[in-house]
Every structure is written in structure tokens, then in C-alpha cells.
């Protein structure tokens, strides 16, 4: 017996609230009671009343709800239920019991209060018993799919609607999703019309369609696109810092010619002095490139070759476009000092496979198909109450449906990479693939990708050195709640739900990735929390440092081109023609900028890294972890203000403040 007072949180976005009526009851260890109550929710409120129990209930393991209709079925949000405890001579208990799900339909939905998973060993199994009916309903709604074969799977959803209400976007991501969408293909309507009569015929001639409004960098871009430093300082800080590697050897692809003895001297004295780099593209050999509109679009794989100056900048040695070809001539390598436009076009020619590399490997494949996997392990093996589930289920939101947006409207038949990109009509999925055969675990960890890639300790590699402080931050953070609920080694190793998480992820969504250096199983705290720090930096850091770019240094459309039009030149003679019968046509050209602006840009509702509101954990250990964690953001927040106070090109997308909690775009 015992006066208890229930609090119950609504969701506060669109339609969260419910005029169905809603009961609750008590779940205790000795009884359970209803609490009589036929509640109508509103949106964004906490409502709160009090009862008096006649039963002994014992110490509360769950609240039990169930949302009755009479005429329409009117779902409900709810946040989470707390419960006040007064008893003689005790001080009131708090006791929360997380939920953040819809509450559809009128089956009673169970919440084990927020600390169940430390006693899921005790009380009589009622917890481990919930966790199981709870992962058997989840497999069900969420499963596995191979959209395509040699890629990671996916979940199971031939478009966005098949996919669970819990992972949908709330109503006013998709009006604003889809909105500004609409509004995109205005834009290209009206530039179209606009360039109707107009030339095609000069670079100049893209300036019709940069209007609207842009960013600074995007401004910068348009201003310095042509210059030698500007296009090195891309593979350290632009939309895609995962390319470029220091040189160990000359690569063996670069063959220099006779008459280019000076190069090979050059080259060779800048990798004895440690500052020779590379950029290889050869992912993209022998890719089949798209027809578009009956018209062939072409493809590259290149080599750059670049120099580390005392000052920072990384500028171009050589470029040469294809890999050499036994029983063809030797590729020829393209110079700085060659004419300017040839010079120019050979740049275009990097900067159009980087589009590829960074939108399909980086991007689609390291960031959103990787987390997505994640996604799909975590609702099929961890249940609500197990902290990992916890700890990741904020870095989460989202995912699943920008992912199946992805695969029915971008890269589906008929999707933009076939409608504007020279790697569409099936060569991206190639690309994907071979992407795929080579995703390493270290590739997705900052402090050994960066190491193995030559990168660490260069002054001017901004995205490096931020990518390197987040890493240590979310690592902290990770260990900080991983230490709360594995005192040792040993209650990882016997953890069965983590160990099926981790196998799943491993041997099923990423298909047997363990030859890839992915674990199939925790050994040690440290594991685990290398492995979860991963997954958070991939979730977070890594897309903002990957997707925000797009709006920078893709809106104007020369300096990142999303298709070639022409094959790549042979000879140092190119003329103007050539550069713009190559580069996109007025079309593709714009539809490439409302994407990369629809995609880059920064998304409304966005929650900031570490600020999610949610609650799922209970008691002060994780108020202090996460307040821990807020500071340490705080303080490189700070960090990167001051140093980008100093800089002419300032590095922001793993700015703290800029990195999105989730992939949500
Ligand atoms: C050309 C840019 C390709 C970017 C591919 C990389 C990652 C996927 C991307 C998510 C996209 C999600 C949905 C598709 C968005 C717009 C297409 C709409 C086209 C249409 O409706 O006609 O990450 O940001
Ligand atoms: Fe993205």
C-alpha cells in the first residue's frame, strides 16, 4: 500500500498528443495495479496526478499503458512515465521508466524502469523475460535486406513508408525534407528557363545559375577554384578528407617519361624530405560510365601527386588521369606547367572523381550504409533496457529513413546518380562494391586511419586534427557510461546480447567484414568501447566532417563537376570548347547544385552532438559522464573558434556545435 504520483510526458512534435484515452498501471515485484485513470494526452505536456495503491506492490519493476479507442485510432507519443514513491518513513523514490515510442493500436506496452538492466540477473528473471518478448517483436519489424549484392545489407523497406513508426521522421523533419525539395526543383525549372537563351559556351557562362543564396566557402570556391593551392588544400580539409596519403614510394602506376626526368627528381626528393602525398583514384578503373540522355558520359581513374610546402600548402606535382594499360601508350602525366586550360581540365578531371569516391565511398558507404547496419544490429539484439541500446540509440535517429530515401530515389533506377553523375546506371553500384571488399575497421577509426594514411601531426590537415580531438572526446565519454555498467572484462565477455549485437554487425550487416578487421566478439572493456566510440564518431562526427561540405564546395559546379561529358584528354592541346563540352551540361549542372544544397545544408530540427534530450539512463553517474562530455565539446567548440579566427580558409564541419547527433540527411 502507498501514495504514488505519476507523471506522463508527451512527445512534443507534431501529432504526439492523443485524444484516445490512455491506462496505466503499477507493476511491482509483489503485485500490480491499475491505476483507474483514462487519460487524454497533450502534446509537449507533462501531466501529473497522485493514487493511493491499497496493495502492497513491492519495489516497481514496470508501467504498464495501453491507449483505448473508441471511433478513431489516434497515435501517441510518449516520452517517458515517472513515479513518486511515499512511504511511512522513507523519503519519495523517483523512479523513471524511459519509453520515446509511439504508442499505436491498443496493445499494453511494458516499460522496465531505468535501471532494470542491473537487476536483469534478479527478480525472478522478469526483466530478462521482457528484454526477450521485447527483441522477438523487434526482429520482426526490423529486418534484414540485401538491396544489392556485394554491399552492406540494409533494412528491410521498399520505400520509406514500409519502415516503423519509431524511425520515421516526425512531421516536421518531412515537411521540411520534402519542402525544400519541391522548392529545389523550382529553382532548376527557373534557372533553366533563365539559361534557355542563353550561351553555354565560357566557365563564365555557370555564373547564370550561381545565384540564390550561398555560403562564404561556396563563394571562395566559385573565386579560387582555378588555383593550384585551393585544389590541393581539398584532400586535407574540403568535402572529402579521406583520399590523400603521404607517400612511402613512388606509386608504381607513375610512369614518367624520358623527357620528364626533372619530375622524377622533384618527386623523389620530396619523398626522401617526407612531404611527397598522393591521391589514387584506381577505385574508379575500368568503371562503366553512364549514358544519359543517349549521350556517353566518361570516366577517370587518377593519380595526383602533390608537395607538402614549409607553409602548409599541399600543392599538385603531376596528374595522370588513367592507370597505364599494358599493350596501350603510356598515360600521359599533366603539369602545372602545362597550358592553363589543359592544366585546368586534368584538375576538373580529380575534382569529378573525387565527386564519385567522396559521394559513394565516403559519404553513402563509410558514413550512412555503415550506421544504418548499426541501426538495424542494435533494434535486432540490444533490447531497450541494455545500456548500449542506451548509449546509441540517440546516434540513430533518423538513419533508416534517409537511407531508404537514398536507395529509392537516388541511386535507384532512374535516381539522380543515373539522371546526372557519369558513375550512374549501375557503375556506382560497381564502385559500391569494390568500396565494400575494401571497408577496413581502422579505415573508420580517425587514430588509426590517420596514422596508416601518414596524416598525423600536419599543422594545415584541419580535419585531422579535429577528427582526432572528437574521437578522444566521444571515447571518454563511452568509457565514461561503459565503465558504469561493466565492472570488468569478464561481464563483457558474458554478455550475451552484446556479443550477438557485435556478431551480427560483423558477420551479417557488413557480410563477414571480420577479414576486414571488424570484431565478432568483445574480448575486453576496451574493445567494447573502441568499438561504440566507432560507431558514435561514424553517427556523428564523420557525416557532418563528409555531408556538410556538399553545400561549399559542390554549389559551384566547375570546381566539383558531377558528370564528364567528353573522354579524358590524351594530349596537352585542350581548348575551351573541349572544357565545356566536358563538364556538365545546364541540366545536370543544376540539378547537382539543388541536391548538394538540399543535402548540405543545415537541417532545422537538427539535435547538436551530445544535446539530445531523450533520457533513457536514470540516477547521477550518467548526469555526470554526459555533463562531462557537454564540457569537453564545449571546450573544443571554443578551440576551433579562435584557431579558424586566424585562418583565410576556416575548417568548420567538426565544429561541436555543427555536428548533427545523427545521420538525418
Ligand atoms: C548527388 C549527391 C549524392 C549523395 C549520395 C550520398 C549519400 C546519401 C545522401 C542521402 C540522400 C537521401 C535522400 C535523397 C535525397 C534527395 C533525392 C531526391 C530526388 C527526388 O526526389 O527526385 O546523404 O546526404
Ligand atoms: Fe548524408
Request: proline share 6%; hydrophobic share 40%.
Amino acid at each position: 500500500m502507498g501514495r504514488y504520483r505519476v507523471r506522463v510526458a508527451t512527445g512534443s512534435f507534431a501529432f504526439s498528443g492523443s485524444n484516445n484515452q490512455v491506462r496505466l498501471w503499477l507493476v511491482g515485484l509483489r503485485a500490480e495495479a491499475e491505476l483507474g485513470l483514462r487519460l487524454r494526452l497533450s502534446r509537449g505536456q507533462m501531466e501529473d496526478f497522485e493514487v493511493d495503491v491499497s496493495e502492497d506492490l513491492g519495489p516497481l519493476l514496470f508501467v504498464k499503458l495501453r491507449k483505448t479507442h473508441l471511433l478513431l485510432k489516434d497515435a501517441w507519443f510518449c516520452n517517458h512515465i515517472t513515479v513518486w514513491v511515499f512511504q511511512e518513513s522513507t523519503e519519495e523514490k523517483e523512479i523513471m521508466f524511459p519509453c520515446y515510442r509511439w504508442v499505436q493500436g491498443d496493445g499494453i506496452i511494458c516499460l522496465p524502469e531505468a535501471t532494470a538492466w542491473m537487476m536483469r540477473n534478479e527478480v525472478q528473471g522478469l526483466f530478462q523475460k521482457h528484454g526477450e518478448e521485447e527483441l522477438e517483436e523487434r526482429r520482426t519489424l526490423y529486418r534484414w535486406a540485401t538491396w544489392k549484392e556485394g554491399l552492406p545489407l540494409s533494412v528491410a523497406a521498399a520505400s520509406e513508408k514500409d519502415l516503423p513508426l519509431d524511425v520515421r521522421f516526425h512531421e516536421g523533419k518531412k515537411i521540411d525534407f520534402e519542402g525544400t525539395l519541391a522548392a529545389g526543383m523550382m529553382d532548376i525549372a527557373l534557372k533553366r528557363l533563365y539559361t534557355l537563351l542563353n550561351s553555354w559556351k565560357s566557365l563564365e557562362d555557370f555564373d547564370q545559375i550561381f545565384w540564390g543564396s550561398k555560403s562564404a566557402l561556396a563563394k571562395r570556391v566559385h573565386q579560387s577554384w582555378k588555383e593550384d593551392d585551393f585544389f590541393g588544400y581539398q584532400f586535407l580539409n574540403g568535402v572529402n578528407p579521406t583520399l590523400l596519403r603521404r607517400s612511402t614510394s613512388l606509386p608504381t602506376r607513375l610512369v614518367i617519361p624520358p623527357e620528364l626526368e626533372g619530375l622524377q627528381v622533384q618527386l623523389e626528393r620530396k619523398l626522401q624530405e617526407g612531404c611527397l602525398f598522393e591521391a589514387d583514384f584506381s577505385l574508379l578503373a575500368g568503371v562503366q560510365a553512364n549514358v544519359i540522355q543517349g549521350e556517353r558520359q566518361h570516366l577517370a581513374a587518377p593519380l595526383v601527386m602533390l608537395k607538402m610546402e614549409p607553409d602548409g600548402k599541399l600543392l599538385p606535382m603531376a596528374i595522370q588521369l588513367q592507370p597505364p594499360c599494358s599493350g596501350s601508350p603510356d598515360p600521359p602525366l599533366f603539369l602545372p606547367s602545362d597550358p592553363s586550360l589543359t592544366w585546368l581540365l586534368a584538375k576538373a578531371w580529380v575534382r569529378n572523381s573525387d565527386f564519385q569516391l567522396h559521394e559513394l565511398q565516403a559519404h553513402l558507404l563509410k558514413t550512412h550504409l555503415v550506421a544504418e547496419v548499426f541501426a538495424v544490429a542494435t533494434m535486432r539484439c540490444l533490447p531497450g533496457m541494455h545500456p548500449i541500446f542506451k548509449l546509441l540509440i540517440p546516434h540513430l535517429r533518423y538513419t533508416l529513413e534517409i537511407n531508404t530515401r537514398a536507395r529509392t530515389k537516388l541511386i535507384s533506377d532512374g535516381g539522380i546518380f543515373d539522371q546526372v553523375v557519369n558513375t550512374g546506371g549501375g557503375g556506382h553500384l560497381d564502385v559500391l562494391r569494390r568500396a565494400t571488399a575494401c571497408l577496413t575497421y581502422r579505415s573508420l577509426c580517425p587514430p588509426y586511419d590517420l596514422a596508416d594514411r601518414g596524416l598525423l601531426g600536419i599543422p594545415s590537415a584541419l580535419y585531422a586534427h579535429d577528427a582526432l580531438r572528437l574521437w578522444d572526446i566521444i571515447s571518454r565519454y563511452v568509457q565514461g557510461i561503459v565503465h558504469l555498467y561493466y565492472s570488468e572484462d569478464k561481464v563483457v565477455q558474458s554478455d550475451p546480447e552484446l556479443q550477438a549485437w557485435c556478431q551480427e554487425i560483423t558477420e551479417i550487416g557488413l557480410c563477414g567484414a571480420q577479414e576486414r578487421g571488424f570484431p565478432v566478439s568483445f574480448q575486453s572493456r576496451a574493445e567494447l568501447c573502441h568499438f561504440v566510440t566507432m560507431c558514435i564518431f561514424t553517427c556523428t562526427a564523420q557525416h557532418s566532417g563528409i555531408n556538410q561540405g556538399q553545400l561549399d564546395w559542390y554549389a559551384w559546379v566547375p570546381n566539383a563537376p558531377c558528370t564528364m561529358r567528353k573522354p579524358p584528354p590524351t594530349t596537352k592541346d585542350v581548348t575551351l570548347e573541349m572544357v565545356m563540352a566536358t563538364l556538365p551540361n545546364v541540366h545536370q549542372a543544376c540539378l547537382q547544385m539543388t541536391i548538394a544544397w538540399h543535402l548540405g545544408r543545415f537541417q532545422p530540427d537538427m539535435v547538436p552532438l551530445g544535446h539530445h534530450k531523450e533520457e533513457y539512463f536514470a540516477g547521477p553517474g550518467h548526469k555526470a559522464v554526459l555533463n562531462r562530455f557537454q564540457e569537453d565539446l564545449n571546450t573544443l567548440e571554443r578551440e576551433i573558434v579562435a584557431r579558424n579566427k586566424g585562418l583565410d580558409l576556416p575548417y568548420y564541419y567538426l565544429q561541436p556545435s555543427r555536428i548533427e547527433n545523427s545521420i538525418t540527411i
